[in-house]
Structures are given as structure tokens and as C-alpha cells.
């Protein structure tokens, strides 16, 4: 473990945004935040939970509740830790920016979640392209309480540690079911849809978009489909998938994806705003406002 801890960005270059890799595991040099990263965190911090009292799923705001999250301060990982240590058993570990894939599912098959120790900057406070410390610890980390999702984020690990020694073609695969749930997942709970998955809920606007808007497809959780479907990183997503619950995610996931990988291979992706006759439509979205190329 080091102990002096870098800010990794994205590069700005005349092609565009190009991410920087970094695989130092770094101590959080918690005095060193400054009063504007507490006021952003803050800002943030308070903004989100307002929006999803009534949005995001039960187990997301009681665990947020558990650990004690609060907006005067940036949490310190290692208060986090002990809560999260005694429950289910994972730690967040401090890193410096984006992890090269393989060394992202070896924390996770070891049940160690990398936390981005830095913060936005103020004028980043609406959008930013990249994890930072609120999207990391506020969207993650509340479902790392919750013992069958906690199950879920490390089968991922191992998952992904296995689908690094096939091939590209499955690493693809194994990454749109992590956008698709992890990062971007609706689930259907007793009063409606709520989100569960990081991306929305570290955001102001899709947080809103994703259950209220009526242009993007909200379509029943479908293992297969998902890992064929192209998806944005650059826009709100054109689709949500639902999940009944996280016991549903779990099973799907149980089996060897060996054989499903070399079945997909055969089968074209999927277009990210597309429906098909097989899916379970809770919204068929009306494309209002989509960006017609760019799907990945
Ligand atoms: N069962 C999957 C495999 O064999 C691993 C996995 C688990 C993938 C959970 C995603 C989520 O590769
Ligand atoms: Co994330």
C-alpha cells in the first residue's frame, strides 16, 4: 500500500476524453480534503437524498441510514469499514482513479470495493465523466450491506477475473449486465419502481428521468437480452432494466457463463433503445430526445 495518494483524471487530448489506468491501493489522506470537498460533498449529499426518499429502493436509504452517512463531513473509509466489516464482510479500499479491468474484479472477488478517495470540483457538481468519491461511496456502497447483493458484486468479481481469460467478445458481455444492474438497474418494489443501481443514484438528473420520464424503455430484467445490449456512457441511458429483487439477480448469475458466452457469440447485439416482442415492457419509451448514434 502506498501512502501519498495522486488525483488520476481522464487526459484531456484532441481526440477527446482519454482515461488514465492506476492500480495503487492508497491510505484516504482524509486531512487533506479541503473545505470546498466537504461543501461539495455536502451539496451533493444533501441534493440526493431529498430526490430519493420516494426513488431509490428501501435497502439503499436504510443501509445509507446504518452507516451513519451524513452531509457535514466526508465519511472516513475506515467508520465505513467497520460497519461494513461486521455485516458482510467487505472493505473499501482508497484508490486513485480508474482500475485496469482484471485488477477491478480481482478486489471484488476478494470483497474489497475501490473507492475513488477524491472529490468532484465545484463546477463539476452536476455532471463529471468519471467515478469520484460521491459516485463511488454514496451510490455504491449502501448495497454492499445488503448480504444478497454483497453476494452479487463479488460472484461479479470472479465472474469477470474468468470471462478475462476467454475473451474480449465475453468481458463485453459481462460488462453490460454490470451497467445494466450495478450501474443503471431499476428494481420492483411494493410502491412502484425504484432504483437501485450507482449511476442514477449519484445522479441528479437520470435519479428524476429514469422512473418519471416517458422516453426511455423501462423493460423486465432478462439476463441474455442484457448482456447483447449496447448502452451510452455519455447520455442518460435509453433503457432500464427492472429486476422483481436482488434474489432474482443472484440466481440468474448463479450458473457457469461459459457456455452462454460461446451461444452469444453467435447472436448480434442489441441496439440500447431497441424492444423487442420478448420483452416485458413496463414502458415502451418514446425516443423523445435520444442521441441517434453512439450506443457501445
Ligand atoms: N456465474 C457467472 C459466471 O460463471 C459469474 C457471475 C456472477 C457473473 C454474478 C455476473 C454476476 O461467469
Ligand atoms: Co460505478
Known sequence: MTTQSRRVEHQQ???GTVPVYTTAVVEQPWTSYSRTDHATWAT?????????????????????????????AIPKFGDLNRVLKKVTGWELIGVEGLLPELTFFDHLANRRFPVTWWIRKPEQIDYITEPDLFHDLFGHVP???????????????????????IGAEALV??????????????????????????????SKGESIYCLESPSPN??????????????RIDTYQKTYFVIDSFEQLMDATRPDFTPIYAALSQQDSIPAGAVLPTDKVYNRGTGAGWAQDGDV
Open 13 to 15: 487530448t484532441d481526440k
Open 44 to 72: 451533493l449529499f444533501k441534493r440526493q437524498q431529498e430526490i430519493l426518499l420516494r426513488r431509490a429502493c428501501r435497502e439503499f436509504l436504510d443501509n445509507q441510514g446504518k452507516f451513519g452517512m451524513a452531509p457535514d
Open 143 to 165: 448495497l454492499l450491506l445488503n448480504p444478497v447483493f454483497a453476494d452479487y458484486m463479488q460472484a461479479y468479481g470472479k465472474g469477470g477475473v474468468k470471462a478475462h481469460g
Open 173 to 202: 458481455n459481462l460488462t453490460r449486465l454490470y451497467w445494466y444492474t450495478v450501474e443503471f438497474g431499476l428494481i420492483k418494489q411494493d410502491d412502484g419502481l425504484r432504483i437501485y443501481g450507482s449511476g442514477i443514484v449519484s
Open 218 to 231: 423501462r423493460i423486465g430484467f432478462d439476463m441474455p437480452r442484457i448482456m447483447r445490449t449496447r448502452y
